[in-house]
């Protein structure tokens, strides 16, 4: 009987990793492409002064809202990695400007680490420069998790998620969204303290 129930349970674990996978990977093809005030494109890793290939994806996309006219502004998220001594958001910087963003039309927040604190610092600055409605950058199987903390930091947030991605190979794309998964149902737990 014990047995049973242990069996019962870990099914029903194994139905839910499989209902949130299906559910992540369903969600990064969710476009909400409008205009809004601003986009928020969340950092990622860079080599030096240069951003990675990922990150390098998420600024373009950025800058092609920017530049076609769906959003006013770009706010550029991420502090400096271990043994980095430029941050993430200013390296952001430095490649919009150098494709024609102009600087007035940027700001950018030094001090996270992780996806939550880019979503929190942002928030911030959106309120502080009375920008209300946002577009949401990352890579697509970023965005669900991304989007449930912008709802919880109260940004009036839409999906855009980067129409191209690192992330080619079926393994490349099995591991990121694994590690989603995982983040995913744990950010999950997070909120219910």
Known sequence: MKFKKLYIILILILIYILFVSVSIY???????????????????????????????????????????????????????GENEDISESAVAKHYAIEHSVPEKDIYIEEESTITQENIMFASEIARENNLSTVLLVSDPLHMKRAMLMAEDFGLEAYSSPTPTTMYQTTKSKFMFLSREVFYYIGYQMFRLF
Not at 63 to 68: A, G, P, Q
């Open 26 to 80: 369903s969600y990064g093809n969710v476009y909400e492409l409008r205009n809004a005030d601003a986009a928020i494109v969340l950092g990622a890793a860079t080599w030096g002064d240069k951003p990675s290939p990922v990150f390098e994806e998420r600024i373009k996309h950025g800058i092609w809202l920017y530049v076609n006219g769906y959003v006013d502004k770009i706010i550029f998220t991420g502090g400096k």
